[in-house]
Structures are given as C-alpha cells and as structure tokens.
Nanobody, 130 residues
Framework: EVQVVESGGGLVQPGGSLRLSCAGSGFSFPTYWIYWVRQAPGKGLEWISAINSGGDTTYYADSVKGRFTISRDNAKKTVYLQMNSLKPLDTAMYYC???????????????????????WGQGTQVTVSS
C-alpha cells in the first residue's frame, strides 16, 4: 500500500520556524522527485518546493526562496521542509507529493493540482499567527 504521510505542522508565531516531514512507503521513494505544495484558505494550490531523487537538485517558489529549505534522507525515506522566518501568509495546508519525473507544469505554476502527481498525502496544517 502506497502511503505519503506529512507531519510537523502546527501553530507558530510570525518569525518562527517549523520543520515538516514527509515519509513515503509502498513505492520506490529514493527514485522519486518529491514536491511540497500548499493551499491557503480560500485559495488554489501553490507549488513551493521540489527535490530530485538524489537530493542534489532543488527548486523553490519565489514566495519561499531564502526562507525554506528542502532536503531528503533516502535511507529514512523522508523529505524535510525547514521553514524559517514564517509569515502569516504562509498559513496553509501543506501537502507532500511524489512523482517519477520533474513536472515542469507544476514548478512553473501552469498546472498545480494533486492529481498531477503519482502520489500525495493528506496534508499537515501550518498556522502562523500571533
């Protein structure tokens, strides 16, 4: 059974930090690109970061560049998203998704939907508020 499970969300004050984790099982996790996307209340999905299978190529949306860092530990079949300098605008449900390929349509914002990916999780809520 394929599973993608996000964790680490919560309530944090502006300027604070959180680290999200994404654990995958039931598929060849080390060979997949892993993506983080988010959905703020009342808005559509926004792609925010991606990492290749080897962990040596990463991409970030302009909205999080310089504040968020994606990394992976293939031995643990886990991808992390370190989020620093959080802002209220970062409040959203954060989803982890996996695909065998780099989805250019996703990272360019042309087509951001969970259905674009091979697998995805149920999400973890991040709320940034004082």
């Amino acid at each position: 059974e394929v599973q993608v499970v996000e964790s680490g969300g919560g309530l944090v004050q502006p300027g604070g930090s959180l680290r999200l984790s994404c654990a995958g099982s039931g598929f060849s996790f080390p060979t997949y690109w892993i993506y983080w996307v988010r959905q703020a209340p009342g808005k559509g999905l926004e792609w925010i970061s991606a990492i290749n299978s080897g962990g040596d190529t990463t991409y970030y949306a302009d909205s999080v560049k310089g504040r968020f860092t994606i990394s992976r530990d293939n031995a643990k079949k886990t991808v992390y998203l370190q989020m620093n300098s959080l802002k209220p605008l970062d409040t959203a449900m954060y989803y982890c998704a996996a695909d065998r390929f780099l989805l250019v349509s996703v990272i360019t914002g042309t087509d951001v939907s969970l259905a674009a990916f091979d697998f995805w999780g149920q999400g973890t809520q991040v709320t940034v508020s004082s």
